[in-house]
């Protein structure tokens, strides 16, 4: 689980991973942070090979994982206008999908809550509109 192993690393250096600049694991890796906090889209590689060399997350190097609907999981800084800070986005997540992931676990409204996927308030299902769905680290 990506929460889980966020929340480890964090407990563990006390520092965001991909943000991290200083820890050993950040330096074995071969890429740092910046420090300052927020998970710019330049640290997405850090990201995943801070917690890959941790040993928190399955596989190698700093390429993002794709999912199961084929798009990548990535880290976003202020992904959309209602969702500012530090989240996980599932992108390319089909809106049929998106919208039932919101429902079940948030509160079903595309641009509130710890689960964002727009700047509208509604999922558009039609087949063919995707949505990044961004979760709140």
């Known amino acids: 689980n990506i929460i889980s192993a966020v929340s480890t690393y964090k407990d563990r250096y006390n520092v965001m ?8 694991i950040a330096a074995d890796a071969g890429v740092v942070g910046d420090g300052d906090g927020q998970l710019e889209s330049d640290e997405n590689g850090a990201f995943w090979a801070h917690l890959r060399q941790a040993g928190l997350m399955k596989g190698t190097g700093s390429l993002p994982p794709s ?6 999981v990535e880290v976003d800084e202020n992904p959309h206008a209602n969702a500012q800070g530090n989240f996980i986005c599932f992108t390319d997540m089909p809106g049929d999908v998106a919208d039932i992931v919101d429902r079940q676990f948030d509160d079903g409204i595309a641009n509130q809550g710890a689960i964002q996927s727009s700047d509208d308030p509604t999922y558009v299902i039609d087949g063919t509109t995707n949505y990044d769905l961004c979760y709140r680290l």
């Open 67 to 72: 999912h199961s609907f084929g798009g990548l």
């Open 17 to 24: 991973p991909g943000d991290d600049k200083v820890s050993t």
